[in-house]
């Protein structure tokens, strides 16, 4: 019988985060969350954060929980499209995010009334070169060559 421990608090935040980084990038969570990029990536592998750096974590979650519209907004959906193209090699995930955006409106002209309000803004901003922000086209979760492996703290205040 294998019984699974319950998550941690910081489990799953670490889970959040990592989700997020899939969806985007590393550097683009870590300045969100005010860490620098080499101490997501150890946070990402299982170190424990010093309290400043889970503060800003945990702050980040809720603002992330709270920014959250009842509705899908275009942003979450393109963070949301974004991780279906992130095993694609890099100088194909963009086209494939906006031929994806072409498909849906598609299936949505034929098959419902209206399109939803997030997947108007996206195909309005596919067509003004505006849907993908440079850090939201998902690459995977490394640190860039001009990274230095710091411990994450001396960055934090950015």
Known sequence: MNIQRPQTSVDRLRDAVALRVQATSLRSVARQVGMSPSGLDKFLSGGTPYAKSRRKLFDWL????????SG???DGMAAALG???RDLAPERREPALYALIDTL????STHAESC???LSELARN?????AFHQDDVPRTAVLDDDDEGG???EDDEE
Do not use: F, H, K, M
Request: proline share 10%; hydrophobic share 30%; no cysteine.
């Open 62 to 69: 809720q603002r992330e929980r709270s920014n959250l519209p």
């Open 72 to 74: 899908l907004a275009a």
């Open 83 to 85: 991780s279906l193209v």
């Open 105 to 108: 409106r598609g299936l949505y």
């Open 116 to 118: 939803p309000p997030w």
């Open 126 to 130: 596919t067509e003004e070169g505006t």
């Open 151 to 153: 411990d994450g703290e």
